[in-house]
């Protein structure tokens, strides 16, 4: 069973798109792009009630503001101050909620990666030589090296390096299948090989692939 590298990002590149237009941009859009209806439809009406509400309750003032322009005569009392303040809960309500869905949706697309990664454990057999190349060349930042691909990572300091490492680690642990590590305060050097079959196996470049999925998202 080949990995589908592919399938795994485009899962977190939902997530995160999903995660930044919830929180950044309008609270129910990322959920409805990642395929929460239900929910993208809830936070989306909460959050418009709430912005309506509280446009009105801008818009009144304005007008009394502007009545005062012309007349001196103290406008009536505006009673649309408690509707400002619900508007402004209702949106804060739709924006905690469209956090949790975002988080979800990491959640998920991380457990479906682990999932992938565990049934890519078992595709241990050793490739063809006539494979190599071409399987290579879907992670064209890794040297062969006999039996043995290898990549080095450089971060930016000490502390993002080992974040790094731990992400691998626990990448690797769910998979069953670890690579050597060689860690040099900024730098990281894997290398992977399938020493049960004696040489490289798609287990080797799936997890070469997730590593580099990894490093991509490390800060």
């Known amino acids: 069973m080949k990995p589908s590298s592919a399938s795994a990002k485009t899962k977190h590149t939902k997530a995160r798109n999903a995660t930044l237009l919830n929180l950044l941009g309008t609270p129910g859009f990322g959920s409805l792009l990642a395929g929460k209806i239900v929910a993208g439809l809830g936070q989306l009406v909460l959050f418009l009630a709430g ?9 009144v003032n304005i007008m009394d503001y502007s009545h005062l322009a012309f007349d001196a005569t103290p406008p009536a009392p505006n009673q649309w101050g408690k509707r400002a303040v619900l508007g402004i809960v209702l949106c804060g309500v739709a924006w905690v909620w469209s956090l949790v869905t975002s988080l979800q949706l ?24 006539a494979k190599i190349p071409p399987t290579l060349a879907t992670v064209p930042q890794w040297e062969r090296k006999g039996d043995v691909i290898t990549r080095t990572f450089e971060f930016k300091n000490f502390v993002v390096a080992m974040k790094f490492v731990n992400a691998v680690a626990g990448a690797a642990e769910s998979a069953q299948h670890h690579p050597d590590v060689d860690i040099r305060w900024n730098k990281v050097t894997l290398a ?8 490289l196996t798609e287990k080797d470049f799936a997890l070469a692939r997730h590593c580099d999925a990894l490093a991509a998202g490390i800060t």
């Open 51 to 59: 912005f309506v509400l509280f446009c009105i309750w801008a818009v």
């Open 106 to 129: 990491i959640k998920a697309a991380k457990q479906d990666d682990i999932s992938a990664l565990k049934n890519f454990a078992a595709a241990g057999v050793k490739l063809d030589a």
């Open 192 to 199: 992977f090989t399938t020493h049960d079959a004696g040489g």
